[in-house]
């Protein structure tokens, strides 16, 4: 299987809660958000060995009784055609998947819910839906990706499993007006959550790291007026 699994965080209690999974990430990504953290792991993809495919689910079966399910990370997994043959070999041996994504493949998407390959969806919303604020969040060309976006949202909200949309905040990009914009679009979902940028990781555009984030508290009042939209959210 042609899937560039980079990293692997064995055992990780944050990455789907309630459960214990090995999360792993891939190398390839589609967009450029300037306060991108895995930004080694896309630019420079060939300083990370592949770790084999026979090696993860050795991990993972040796450690069934505690380890829930994985968490597919990055980078953007969907990127890789062969992700429902990855994901079928890993729910066969009775794991759980939880998928990270940008949303910008929702065919492949699509047949991951449609074979149940999938238990739990994250997609990243980078800004409000209009492709002014999009491309400068996500580091985005083509409008064709914005739709893409759109497209995944409509079928993560028609879908039957969990899931979450979630933010990043970070003050050059998003205002009040922004996350307003983006939980109207949203209304209705099953749980919108803010993450608060940290500029103390290296960043994709290394100006980011001289932004000084929201404080707590301001996120807080984003998430109090965010909750007439969806009423689950909250801050991470
Ligand atoms: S933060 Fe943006 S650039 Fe980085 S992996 Fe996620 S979608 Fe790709």
Redesign the pocket.
Known sequence: MNIAIKKMIETSLIDWEGKIVSTLYVSL?????P?????D??LHPKNFKNIPFQEINNYLVERKDFIDGICMS???PTLYPDLPSYFKEIKDEGFLIKLDT?GANPKLLEDLLGLGLVDYIAM?I?SSLDFDNYSKA??IKDKILLERVKDSIKLIMNSKIDYEFRT?VVPLLHTEETIMKIVKYLSGAKKYVLQNFSPLEKT?EPSFQKIIPYSAEEIQELIEKAKRYVSNCYYR
């Open positions: 990504c589609n967009f450029r958000c306060y991108c953290y895995n930004c792991l896309i990055g980078g953007e940008n990243d980078k996500a580091g990043t994709l």
